[in-house]
């Protein structure tokens, strides 16, 4: 048995589904600059397959989450696969066809969001019901370790994806290559899903969590199993106790989404190199990102012991260096370390925003503020790499400039400003 109180087979095909969920979707972000430049397609658009695919997880993901009780977290599981089988092969085949000039490039890419968007659809459904059947099968600590540990797939995922992805760049599939190959993999975790995890005989109830958005250069942690309904009196947006943190969360969560939706076109711009050629620098600035990230997520946060108003301040005033070091920087080394000062105040800032939201209500009421958290950061993404993108196509370091001056702001304004009150018991 392993520590959790799974066997370690059932739980290493749990922590494979969320990683395959995680990696996959991050390495597809990593190539969609180089794919967009390949085509010749406008930056605009890649943002936009961007954020298409980002809301639909945000929308459809609750969904499955409410669902995994009736019909099955083995049987969602295999769903949330299948969307991601199918994204996957959608998406290579019709690049793979517009590369070889098969078909005109924006059909090209109005196709590829077609796929983003049954990835956002259905492969959500996999996280919240991976969630739900570890939440029902173990108790305690237990059951808290082995969220965690689950939860920590999708940063894994986020270093892994990108880190793979030039990799299996080879002819004659090229940059489709590595979708294809994560279709694959994606195929052997459903076998092993299908033929070796036992249909469901929870021991308690339980409810998956909602799961934030898997996205690259950050850890795309995921959202906490639930038992039962959500508890608690009605709890509105415009709550004085959550609707400072409502606003903490959209700046910061637009200035991250606009790093991440123009972070790609810098580095192949900067250095000036054919898309398919750039794609290993892309990977090193985006994995040195995500590893920044959780480095600060999974240790300096616990070193630092700060409560959410100072994470916020601290996080957002790294985040603020960071990005300005990015635009100005001139060399991979420079685009490396500005991102990766960026993504640690960013990793430092979520969660300052997430447990500062939750703890400033009753425990009963948690539940409803988790929810609302997670639709907070996914409103970042419906407009976020847009903006990104329309200041990049302005003046090449004005969105990494404008970043920088929002955080800054947020980091003074709530340094001055605002004084939560004293954290629910």
């Known amino acids: 048995m392993s520590g959790y109180g799974l066997s370690r087979e059932r739980f290493g095909l749990l922590f494979a589904v969320m990683l395959v969920a995680a990696a996959g979707n991050t390495a597809m972000q990593s190539l969609m600059p180089a794919i967009g430049r390949e085509l010749r397609i406008p930056d605009l658009w890649v943002a936009a397959a961007f954020s298409l695919s980002a809301i639909a997880w945000v929308v459809a993901a609750p969904h499955w989450g409410r669902l995994s009780d009736r019909r099955g977290r083995r049987a969602l599981m295999r769903l949330g696969l299948y969307g991601f089988i199918v994204s996957m092969l959608i998406c290579g085949a019709v690049l793979a066809a517009g590369l070889a000039g098969l078909i005109p490039p924006m059909l090209v890419f109005l196709i590829f969001m077609l796929g983003r968007t049954v990835y956002g659809i259905w492969g959500s459904a996999s996280p919240p019901a991976v969630q739900a059947y570890v939440a029902a099968r173990t108790d305690g600590d237990q059951r808290t370790n082995a969220l965690a540990a689950i939860a920590s797939s999708f940063g894994l995922g986020t270093i892994i994806g990108p880190a793979l992805a030039p990799l299996f760049i080879f002819p004659p599939l090229g940059l489709s290559g590595p979708l294809v190959v994560f279709a694959m993999i994606g195929a052997a975790v459903l076998t092993a899903i299908v033929t070796r995890l036992p249909d469901d005989t929870p021991q308690n109830p339980a409810r998956g969590g909602v799961p934030d958005y898997p996205f690259m250069g950050g850890s795309g942690g995921a959202g906490t199993a639930r038992d039962g309904d959500e508890a608690g009196a009605p709890l509105r947006w415009r709550d004085p106790r959550i609707l400072p943190w409502h606003v903490i969360g959209v700046i910061g969560g637009h200035g991250q989404a606009a790093l991440l939706g ?26 040195v990102g995500a590893a920044a990230t959780l480095l600060g997520q999974w240790w300096l946060i616990p070193q630092l012991k700060l409560h959410p108003r100072g994470l916020v301040i601290w996080g957002s005033f790294l985040a603020a260096l960071g990005a300005t070091a990015t635009g100005l920087a001139g060399s991979v080394y420079g685009l490396t370390l500005g991102f990766a000062t960026a993504s640690l105040g960013f990793g430092m800032f979520r969660p300052g925003f997430t447990s500062g939201a939750l703890l400033s209500v009753e425990p009963g009421e948690q539940n409803v503020v988790a929810g609302m958290v997670t639709s907070v950061n996914g409103i970042a993404y419906v407009a976020g790499p847009a903006i990104g993108v329309g200041l990049y196509g302005l003046a090449m370091p004005l969105p990494f400039l404008i970043v920088g001056a929002l955080m800054m702001g947020l980091a003074v304004g709530v340094s001055l400003r605002f004084r939560p009150s004293a954290p629910a018991a």
């Open 262 to 287: 123009v972070i790609g076109f810098l580095v192949i711009d900067r250095l000036a190199l054919p898309p398919a050629h750039s794609q290993q620098w892309i990977a090193l600035v985006l994995i």
